[in-house]
Nanobody, 125 residues
Framework: VQLVESGGGLVQAGGSLRLTCTAS????????MGWFRQTSGKEREFVAA????????AYGDSVKGRFTISRDNARNSVYLQMDDLKPEDTALYYC???????????????????WGLGTQVTVSS
């Protein structure tokens, strides 16, 4: 499975960005998808995840109410709509994929077998 992220960039605090991750190499509707982020010197942090059909969704505590994950199986894509961005959201954002469906496992990095290279999000104050 190959994952390619796009949509990162520089935005002012309070602004919005929409990240896209497009997958290839496996039937997309058999993959649960996740977004993680990482800043220099810190552990990779769970942001959001969505199950095969979109019926299972989870968010990290720091983004609840501001970020929305969605998917379009016809386009082999998963999206992360990020609103009300804060400087602390600045990070390299990674897309990840797994064949696991169970929601409780989707928040853990080790659940995911496939990773993209990341897209940088920078939020200025």
């Amino acid at each position: 499975v190959q994952l390619v992220e796009s949509g990162g960039g520089l935005v002012q605090a309070g602004g919005s960005l929409r990240l896209t991750c497009t997958a290839s190499g496996r039937t997309f509707n058999t993959l649960s998808m996740g977004w993680f982020r990482q800043t220099s010197g810190k552990e990779r942090e769970f942001v959001a995840a969505i199950g095969w059909s979109g019926g299972t969704i989870a968010y990290g505590d720091s983004v609840k109410g501001r970020f929305t994950i969605s998917r379009d199986n016809a386009r082999n894509s998963v999206y992360l709509q990020m609103d009300d961005l804060k400087p602390e959201d600045t990070a390299l954002y990674y897309c990840a994929a797994t064949g696991v469906y169970y929601q409780a496992l989707l928040i853990a990095q080790k659940t995911y077998q496939y990773w993209g290279l990341g897209t940088q999000v920078t939020v200025s104050s």
